[in-house]
């Protein structure tokens, strides 16, 4: 691992990467965008952003980045997409999950009439709440006892572990709110 300054690599092949990687900046970490074969061996951690999850599995393919996906064993943090791409399984032949995280999710669980919405989300490990945005939220259906639970809004799991791998289902890169990237920094670094 990089010990105290470990590399990053936000997958920035659609999506809402770039604000990851200012979160990162604003913290000290070194982030960069992956987008070719080879880039992805060379992190510590990786970030799967949020965007939309069939797309990102085309590009992940068109790309040739599933192998080198697959193979990565190292921490893995996603968000809305990329959460649903953490998942063992979004329940929609178009998306290849990771299969990293022993949870199932239903990428439209919030219907379409609550397209997008704000909640505060309780932290296991803060008491300060995190201003959570749900951005077309994909929605946890059930997890395995081995998966942690690490924030939710009205007992709705939202913020998840699984291992080394963290999922939330909003955007914590738009709350100007660093505590999310600095939990997953802390935690496997
Ligand atoms: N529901 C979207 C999907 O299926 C995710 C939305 C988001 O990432 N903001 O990929």
Redesign the pocket.
Known sequence: MGGIFPKIGILGLQ??FQKHHEMFKGIQVEARFILYPGQIRECDGLVLP?????T?TKLISEMHLRDELDAFSGPIFG????A?LLSKSAGDSR?QTLKRMDIRID??GYGRQVDSFIQSVQLTFDKTPFRGIF????RIVDFSDGVEVLGEFEGEAVFLRDNNNLLATF?PELSNDARVHQYFIDQFF
């Open positions: 999506g809402a949020g965007g939309e999850s069939t990102m968000t809305c997409a990329g649903i998306v990428r439209k951005i077309r939220a994909p955007h």
